[in-house]
């Protein structure tokens, strides 16, 4: 059975890894601040990325699987994964490392897939572009990079900004001509199970197989929601369409793991 080590387990990512794999994989998680019910939970271990060295965990728990799913000052992620990489090297143990869609964002004109190169013209994307290349210095065997887009689900961070701003009739952010793709967090849990379980390697794109205008998603999702005359305030980056869009090609997941825009849409409620 697999020992699997979720870094950020407390965060909305890393927590609903932690409900999928726990009762399949021997599952185990870290937590930043005071809590009682992780406290109490021995699977779970409190860790601040800014003061301790993850290297110890790691040496105690001999993980065979560490999942990254840490947010945070971006220098002390970084410090962290070095140390993670490192640890990784002489041990029998591979890092699946959560990357997005801004790794590309210095590119508007198509969307991009598992092997294009990578370049961006943000901080945020920068960052995630060094993990990257760090993990791809390893041996193929050794890491997952998943690139993830904009997640939805009904109790998503994302939702509830939705429906806070519309309860206070606040304007909404829409950008008109960016085409992007989308996922919900219950298909990305189940994508990542199947990958770690199939023992799978390399990038994985795991965003909805088709393109969206990111006005029209949000519309879509605010009628879903039921949300009356929402009020939308329209951003243009630029004069043209421009695409932040992870597509899936090389690395392509089984019929029933991969997600289409309306269930991205229809995730957004609970049924």
Known sequence: MEKVLIIGASGFIGNALYKELNSYMDTYGTYYTDNTFYEKNQKFFQYDMELEDISILLDNLKPTVIISAIRGNFNSQLDAHQRMIKWIKNHKCRLVFFSSANVFDYFSNFPSYEYDKTLSESVFGRFKIKIENALMRLPAHKYVIARIPMIYGAATPRVQELKTLHDLKAPI??????????TCISKLTQQLHYIINQNKKGIFHLGSTDLIYHLDLIKEICNTLELDDPIFKTVYNSNNDRYL???PK???????LQINTQQVIDSVVVK
């Open 173 to 182: 952010e829409v950008f008109p001509n960016v085409i992007i793709n989308a």
């Open 245 to 247: 869009a992870v597509l």
């Open 250 to 256: 090389s690395n392509k997941l089984p019929k029933n």
